[in-house]
Structure formats: C-alpha cells, structure tokens
C-alpha cells in the first residue's frame, strides 16, 4: 500500500493513513481468542469480516452513519473516513451468555444493570440491555457501569450512544433471525466527526465482534453452537493453556471448520455466495 502510511497495528487488523481525512483498514486473517493473537491464520477471514461490515454499514446508514467511504478490490481493504474514537467497547446482549453469564452467575446482574433471578446460561432477556465496557491496550476489556461510562464520554453522549446501540441491535437481530440466525449479543465502535456528529466505525455484526447462533440449534440451559470464533475458544480450552501468549497453533481440522462457520454465517447473512463477493467486493453494498 505504497500511498498511505503504517499508522498502527490491532489484534487483527492494519491501520493505514491516506491523508489528513481518510484512512485504510486491512482486516488480516489473524484470530484472537482471549484476546491473544494465535499463530495459525484463518484463510480468508479478514474478506469475510470486511464483507459483512460494509453489508451492515450500507443497512444501517440511516439509523446512524457510519466510516465507509469505500470496499478495496482486494475484499480486505476498507476506505474510511478518520475520527476521533469513543473509549468504550459498546456492547448489546439480548441473551445471556459469555461474560454477561459469569457476572450473572456471581451477583444477579452485569455491568450494573440487575437481571431477573432464575435465567438460565443462553435465555433470551426480556429486553436487550446496552452494557459497555472499557477499551483494554493490554489484557481483557472490563465490564463498568452506566455511571462510569458517563465519567469516560460525557452523560448526553453515553445516552445517544445507548439508544443508536439498541436501535441498531434490534435491526440486525431481527434481520438475522429471519435468516436463521440469532445474535446473541454484539460489540461496537463509535467515532465523532469533525461537525461532532456519532459516528459507527471499526466493524458491525461480524463473528469476531457477536455471537451468532444457529436458531434451530437454540436450547437454553447450555451453551450453544456457533458460527463465530467460539469453535477456536473450546478448542483452546480443551488443552488446559492458561490464556497467556503465546497462543497454541490450530490443527488443520480446527482451521477447516472455523473458517466454514465464517463463509455459512456470511453467507446466511448477505444472501450473496462468497465467491462473488471475492469477484466484486461492492455487491455487497446493494
């Protein structure tokens, strides 16, 4: 990318400047799990996360923009526009699961918000609840409350962002749902513009930022299948490794079967065969 300049490095993704005002964002085919980047690559990944991102972002533009301005040719490269980023992690649950599930477990309630009593592990709540979390360089990301979320980006901005967060989970979980799909729960990024507006940004509804579940798999009481990076995380489980780098390789069987989930899951989603997408990323944008 011999015109934007290296500007940064995430778990998964390459951060490149064009110019004072845009920027380019490489989704690898790197996989983290508990937030440590294992070794072996997922083929095609960072397509497939890409793909789905900018599907989402041209569904959701009028509930709020968002930092496209264009797909590359290669299907990995997005074209954004540059923004001053919100230092939460914006996260919706509409079932109880993850680490919602393990607050659950130890206090009837996650990041501050108190649950029904008797919920099982994977229940539909009675209505999605908005939980954020900090942004961690380093280590695990941490649950917080309302109150100190409204300390890190101001009351009336926490607010806005609450209502966008449930406003676009409730879109695409419906979307999904009638696609077989259930989102259990999802994560976002926002960004404010030179005029102050909010802004999405980062990624939407991939495997890598929600659950998704199989709906004619959904049993509550238990954890459930998945088409996102939960196939990596049991494996990783399954061998006793404490969580630290460096990650383990992933056997060939592993790497199969994660990267079938991704192509299923997408193309469940978009209704588009991946293949055409490979074609012309921009299909997508329909």
């Known amino acids: 990318m011999s015109e934007a300049t290296h500007v940064g490095s995430g778990k998964v993704r390459e951060l490149y400047a064009l110019d004072e005002d845009r920027l380019v964002l490489v ?18 990944k960072g397509r497939m996360l890409t793909g789905l991102s900018g599907f989402w972002f041209a569904r959701t533009s009028s509930l709020v923009p968002n930092h496209l301005l264009a ?10 526009r540059r923004l001053e980023m919100l230092p939460l992690e914006c996260v919706v649950r509409g079932y109880i699961t993850g680490s919602g599930w393990k607050d659950y477990q130890a206090t009837g309630a996650t990041s501050g918000r108190a649950l029904p009593s008797g919920l099982r592990e994977s229940d539909r709540l009675p209505a999605p609840i908005f939980t954020p979390s ?7 990301d941490e649950n917080i409350d309302l109150d100190r979320a ?22 695409a979980s419906e979307y999904a749902l009638a696609r077989g799909i259930i989102i259990a729960d999802t994560k976002f990024e926002f960004g404010v513009d030179g005029e102050g507006r909010l802004v999405l940004a980062d ?36 061998l006793g490794w404490d969580k630290t780098p460096p990650g383990p390789e992933l056997p060939e069987d592993v ?18 065969p991946f293949d055409r997408y490979l074609e012309d990323p921009e299909v997508v944008l329909a």
């Open 27 to 44: 989704a690898s085919d790197r996989i983290s799990t508990f937030d440590v980047v294992l070794p072996t690559e997922i083929p095609d």
């Open 203 to 238: 990624e939407a509804f991939t495997p890598d930022s929600s659950r998704f579940w199989p709906a004619d798999e959904y049993e509550p009481g238990r954890a459930q299948p998945s088409f996102d990076k939960q196939f990596v995380r049991d494996y990783c489980e399954s």
């Open 71 to 80: 797909l590359r040719e290669d299907g990995r490269s997005t074209e954004c």
């Open 150 to 171: 409204g300390q890190l980006i101001g009351i009336d901005r926490l607010q806005e962002v609450e209502r966008v967060s449930l406003d676009l989970y409730r879109f």
């Open 255 to 272: 790497v199969a079967g994660t990267r079938a989930r991704y192509v299923e899951a997408f193309e469940r989603l978009t209704e588009i």
């Open 134 to 140: 900090t942004k961690a360089e380093e280590g695990h």
